[in-house]
């Protein structure tokens, strides 16, 4: 079931659930390998960049032997926008993992229990409740990434420096950089051994799906209801007062139209029959996938 701010919208399939995040962490890649690029530079231009007491041809002897690219312009330091750009890749990856995680702990809820991620022979969920099966690797990589993108401050500050250099930039470096790489090196590592061994529970899934009565069928009986005529103001008065009686438990919203003389007169058996099938749901499912390249 696709949900929005937390309650059931329409159906969507797990696979497209996943997909999203395939094509997110491509992108990640993609930002990774730039920022890596755009990181990778040097200089060796004297003591405000004037090449004063050094020679260009130094600079670019020393960098080619380093694997760098000479800096284009440069005052004592490398201009740490460079930096803040790798910092930011890390932090955008690290907040990719902890939006997976997050999902996953949300599906994995005793009241959804959809997905659920591993749990080895021998865990204890709780040193005192023994059932307890609780999300802590996704819970871990929540944690750890809030650190990463807690440091991407820092890199964003560690660009102000004094003129043609001061060092209130370095002693932070020394910690973010090394702290937030091998970090989000466990955190990727630790996604890894989940998706792997993800528990995945599609009868939860469709029993999630059957839980409202069928409210999710709203959006399309609202636009059946447009198409014969009805204002839209109308039809979503009439579509929202059955809704609200299927909140309150007095029936399914197809049982409801079945009874209901404004539904009735407009749409016939064969019509709500149509609106009312799941399949409608999925029926682009490949579109999306062939747009992703899967």
């Known amino acids: 079931m696709g949900r929005s701010h937390g309650v059931h919208a329409e159906p969507t399939t797990f696979g497209v659930k996943m997909a999203l995040y395939y094509e997110e962490f491509k992108r990640n890649r993609d930002r990774m390998l730039q920022a890596i690029e755009t990181i990778s530079y040097g200089k060796f231009s004297g003591a405000v960049g004037t090449f004063s007491s050094i020679s260009p041809d130094v600079e670019n002897l020393a960098c080619e032997k380093l694997g760098l690219k000479p800096d284009p312009i440069s005052t004592q330091v490398i201009q740490r926008d460079r930096h803040a750009e790798f910092m930011a890749a890390l932090a955008i990856c690290a907040g990719s993992l902890d939006k997976l995680a997050t999902e996953i702990r949300h599906l994995q809820r005793t009241e959804v229990r959809e997905v659920e991620e591993p749990f080895q022979k021998g865990q204890k969920g709780s040193s005192a409740m023994p059932h307890k099966r609780n999300p802590i690797l996704c819970e871990r990589v929540t944690g750890i990434s809030r650190v990463i993108k807690a440091n991407m401050n820092v890199a964003l500050d560690d660009m102000t420096l004094w003129h043609e250099r001061d060092i209130s930039h370095s002693s932070a470096e020394r910690i973010i950089f090394p702290d937030s790489t091998i970090a989000l090196d466990y955190l990727i590592h630790r996604m890894i051994f989940i998706m792997e061994n993800l528990n995945v529970y599609p009868e939860n899934m469709m029993e999630n799906i059957g839980r409202t009565g069928g409210l999710f069928y709203s959006q399309g009986l609202l636009l059946a209801l ?19 009686r299927v909140w309150s438990k007095e029936g399914t919203l197809p049982d409801l139209c079945s009874t209901d003389s404004a539904i009735s007169e407009r749409l016939s058996k064969k019509e709500l029959k149509e609106i009312f099938d799941l399949n409608r749901y999925l029926k682009n499912i490949d579109y999306i996938y062939k747009k992703i390249g899967l």
Request: hydrophobic share 40%.
């Open 226 to 244: 447009v198409e014969k005529g009805l204002s839209r103001e109308d039809a979503y008065r009439i579509v929202q007062d059955l809704a609200m």
